[in-house]
Structures are given as C-alpha cells and as structure tokens.
C-alpha cells in the first residue's frame, strides 16, 4: 500500500511540472517586446556638404630682389605682422653708391659744359648782328649748345637710373601683411634671378577659400539657385562655414564669389572660391580647412542613423508591416542632417521603420510598435 501511494504521489508531482512548464513555455511565446517606431513624413531641413580647402591670403606678394649683392640686414622676423612701406631687408652694394657719385658728377660736367655753350651763343650772337662774323658761327654756336644740352639730359637721367638701383638695396613691404619663411640669412649672396624670394607677405584681413565640387553637385547647386545669370546665382547661396584644421568652426561666416566657368576635364570638378573676413589673423595663407555649405529642403524623409545597419557597404532598416511584423529594407541615403539620414530611395511616405534598439531583431518577428518621438524635427506636410 506505501508502494502505490509513493508512486501516485511521484505522478502527481510529474503532471504538476510539465503542466508548470508548459504553462511558462505559453507564456514567453505571447510575450512580444515593444520597439519605438517612426513613421516617415516630410520634415524641414537644412543639411550639410564638407569640402576640403586650400588658403589663401588676398594678397600673396613675394619678395625678390632686383640687384646682386649680399644681405645685409634682416629686419623682421618670420610670422611677423608689418605694414605697407615697413623696412624689410637691405642689400649691400656698394657699386651703387658709386654710381650716383659718378652721375652726380657728370652733371656738374654737363651743367659746365652748357654754360660755357650758352656763353659762346652770347658771344657770337652781337658779332653776327653787326656783320662782323657769318651767321654760320653763330648756328654752330646755338648747335652745340643744344647738343650740351641733350647731354645734359642724359647725366640727369643716369642719375636717376643710379638712384633707383640704389633704392634696391633697402626693401620694403609693398602691402600690409604677415612675413612668411625666410630662407636667406645676413651674408647671403642673392640676385635677380634667385629661385626662392626673400620671402613672402600674406595679406590675410579677409582670405580666400579654394575648393572644388563635381559637376553633379555643381549642377544640383546652380539649377537649385535663384538668378537667371551666374553672379546672380553665386548672390543667391547661402553663406557657408569654415572648418578649421583642428575641427573647430571658423566664427565667421563666408560667401562663395567666384565659380570656375571650365570644367576640369580630368577631374570633373567646378573649382569654386569662398572670402571670409579674417580680422584677427587667426587663419594663415597655406592652411588646410573645410567648406561647410547648406542646403534646405524642405520635403525631406528622415530616417534615424541608429535605426540603420550596414552589411558589405548597403545600408538597411527595419520596416514594421500591417501585422507589425519587422522586414529588412535596403535603403539609399544622401546628406546627413543632425543624427539623421535623409532617405533618397528604399523607403517612402508613410512607411514605420524601427528607430532604435534593432540590434536584437530578426527578419518577421513581431513587435509592438511605441511611438518614436524627437522634438528636434521640424515636421512639415
């Protein structure tokens, strides 16, 4: 009898498990985990395209001697800020100073040699008058008065020429700017035809911003632009940002002026040019930098970069059916605007897509759609 009762007793603790179990097995298959979801409408937004920069000042102005002869003085430094006519190197030539002695004194020459001719012209005019000597002397007379005249001329002007090789030998800053490198040293032999200038000044109060964009863009920009001609459109564009080497943004904004009217058949790039005003010197001429420009749309589809994965280079999303059962969707983007792509094909008006957490899905499991919500975006119709 014990022996029937502990069997019964091992039953009913057996049906009473499988029954817990399957009691729990039903449980976690009616368990559907919630996901947030967006639904994809319209919004407004203004997005962004980078392109790499080369800077320039407004003025690159290189300095180059125009006499041989040897350094004799350096008076500023590399980096330094001068101002239009500042004193910047000087050249020892010595032949130069003597060149302006010998001018000056072949003007005394000359000055001599003119008021002895006059003189004579003096003496044979009254001769003449009275008959006493021909008319022939006295043209001979007014002659070589002329010809001590025009030699004359001719010492003032070598003198002149004179002076203006000896001013080569002080250099001055023809434009107000920053000094650049400077590759010759005091003692060093330079001349006209020196391959690398003395250095060169950089006028970078406001600067120029080169960089380039391939036709596609170059077209999208244009016909997006209002103006019927090519400056017009440059006046429509949005100022553009200034990205500087170490991430930072430039404080001032600036404005595209110039478009290239060629295509580089090489490359396909429009070449293009941004001024910023640079009060402060902060960007230097040579330096490397980023034009940000913007672009507005206003009927954007705008998908969450959370809400995407990437497998060999495509870009996917999970999209929540009528039966809340998620597929994987291929989905092509083009600009970024915040944390956000905008959707340029894949998806469409009105489609939910997962927002976040996509990590722990699989293709047609079925979740529980929550309302995905980010007071950032503008919504538009």
């Known amino acids: 009898m014990d022996i029937l009762n502990s069997r019964l007793l ?22 559907v985990q919630g996901y947030p979801v967006i639904s994809l ?4 937004a203004t997005v962004y395209t980078d392109y790499p920069a080369t800077i320039q000042g407004i003025q690159n102005v290189e300095i ?11 008076y500023v430094d590399e980096g330094a800020t001068v101002h239009k006519g500042q004193l910047l190197f000087r050249i020892s030539a010595p032949q130069y100073e003597e060149n302006v002695r010998t001018a000056e004194a ?23 008058k009275q008959d006493i000597i021909s008319h022939f002397e006295l043209e001979s007379a007014q002659y070589t008065l002329e010809a001590k005249r025009a030699a ?32 010759y040293k005091i003692g060093s032999l330079i001349s006209g035809t020196t391959t690398d ?14 960089f380039s964009i391939n036709e596609k863009q170059g077209l999208d920009f244009f016909l997006a632009s209002k103006g019927e001609t090519m400056q017009q459109k440059l006046a ?12 930072t943004v430039f404080p001032l904004d600036g404005k595209v002026e110039t478009a290239s009217g060629l295509i580089n058949a090489e490359t396909g790039a429009v070449n293009m040019r941004a001024t910023f005003s640079n009060p402060d010197g902060l960007v230097r001429s040579g330096s490397s930098a980023v034009v940000r420009m913007s672009q507005q749309i206003d009927t954007a589809l705008l998908i969450p970069q959370k809400a995407t994965y990437q497998i060999q280079g495509k870009l996917f999303a999970y999209v929540v059916d009528k ?6 969707v291929e989905v092509n983007t083009g600009n970024i605007y915040r944390n956000y792509y905008v959707v340029t094909g894949g998806v469409k008006r009105g489609d939910r897509v997962v927002a976040d957490g996509i990590s722990n899905l699989r293709e047609g499991l079925t979740i529980k759609p929550q309302v995905y919500v980010d007071s950032t975006l503008n919504k538009g119709n």
């Open 10 to 31: 091992l039953l009913t603790a057996f049906i009473f498990l499988a029954a817990c179990k399957g009691k729990n097995t039903t449980t976690e298959k009616s368990v």
């Open 41 to 44: 409408e319209p919004a407004n």
């Open 64 to 74: 180059r001697p125009k006499i041989d002869g040897y350094v004799d003085g350096i």
């Open 106 to 128: 072949n003007i005394k020459i000359a000055v001599a040699d003119v008021n002895a001719a006059q003189m004579q012209v003096n003496k044979v005019e009254p001769l003449v």
């Open 152 to 183: 004359l001329a001719q010492a003032k002007a070598a003198l002149n020429n004179a002076r203006i090789n000896l001013s080569y030998t002080t250099i001055s800053s023809p434009v107000d700017g920053v000094i650049g490198i400077l590759p």
């Open 197 to 210: 200038p003395l250095t060169t000044v950089s006028n970078i109060t406001s600067i120029y911003a080169y």
């Open 236 to 247: 429509a564009l949005p100022p553009v940002k200034l990205v500087l080497a170490n991430g």
């Open 323 to 328: 039966d809340n059962k998620v597929n994987s």
